[in-house]
């Protein structure tokens, strides 16, 4: 569905986001007046140059499908309301933004994948996975139950966009973790391929 961006603007301040949110730099005001609390969710400046509008859409309606912990509340928007919005936050674009990759220590990521695992499976089993994870082996696992379809990387780029907040089940972060040791080993595997 889309929305109507100037719609979505009234909407915006109408649904209560700037208690909460800031949108642009500066000091966060709700009406005119000075807002204390427009710090408690993120800026929204820039929100445009880092999600889709499917995406945002689909967070507005249920923030809580995507991130079971979030402090965002579900807001109750009918479908256009939700689409308005998001059609209007897809103004905010921040044209200098770049995407941060943090640094990676391999040992903590194998960490966070074996604590995921082992709350599924048992150790040795969890180990076995792991292994098959960094041998980039996904057929394997998404039979033994330890990845679904959906989530197996098939190339580097599918597993790029991921990210740690689409999964509502406990583990997202070792989730991503383990699609993360898999696709590094894809991609030392297709290097090696092309030596």
């Not at 709700?30 to 007046?33: A, E, L, N, S, T």
């Given at each position: 569905m889309k929305g109507d961006a100037s719609k979505g603007k009234?909407?915006?301040?109408?649904?209560?986001?700037?208690?909460?949110?800031?949108?642009g730099e500066g000091e966060a005001r709700?009406?005119?007046?000075p807002n204390p609390y427009g710090q408690y969710g993120p800026n929204l400046a820039g929100i445009a140059s880092k999600v889709t509008e499917p995406w945002l859409y689909q967070w507005l309606k249920e923030p809580h499908k995507y991130w079971a912990e979030t402090r965002m509340p579900n807001l109750r928007l009918a479908d256009d309301e939700a689409a308005n919005i998001a059609?209007?936050?897809?103004?905010?674009?921040?044209?200098?933004?770049?995407?941060?990759?943090?640094?990676?220590?391999?040992?903590?990521?194998?960490?966070?994948?074996?604590t995921f695992l082992t709350s599924k499976f048992s150790v040795v089993d969890s180990q076995e996975y792991l292994k098959t994870i960094?041998?980039?082996?996904?057929?394997?696992?998404?039979?033994?139950?330890?990845?679904?379809?959906?989530?197996?990387?098939?190339?580097?780029?599918?597993?790029?966009?991921?990210?740690?907040?689409?999964?509502?089940?406990?583990?997202?972060?070792?989730?991503?973790?383990?699609?993360?040791?898999?696709?590094?080993?894809?991609?030392r595997r297709s290097r090696s391929a092309s030596s």
């Open positions: 009234d909407q915006f301040q109408l649904a209560g986001c700037l208690a909460c949110h800031e949108l709700v009406v005119g007046k059609a209007f936050l897809m103004t905010q674009v921040k044209a200098d933004w770049k995407p941060v990759k943090p640094p990676v220590d391999p040992r903590v990521l194998e960490k966070e994948a074996l960094r041998e980039g082996k996904f057929d394997m696992l998404v039979g033994a139950g330890v990845v679904d379809k959906k989530t197996a990387p098939r190339s580097r780029s599918r597993v790029r966009r991921r990210s740690p907040t689409t999964s509502a089940s406990g583990g997202s972060r070792a989730r991503v973790a383990i699609l993360a040791i898999g696709s590094a080993a894809s991609r």
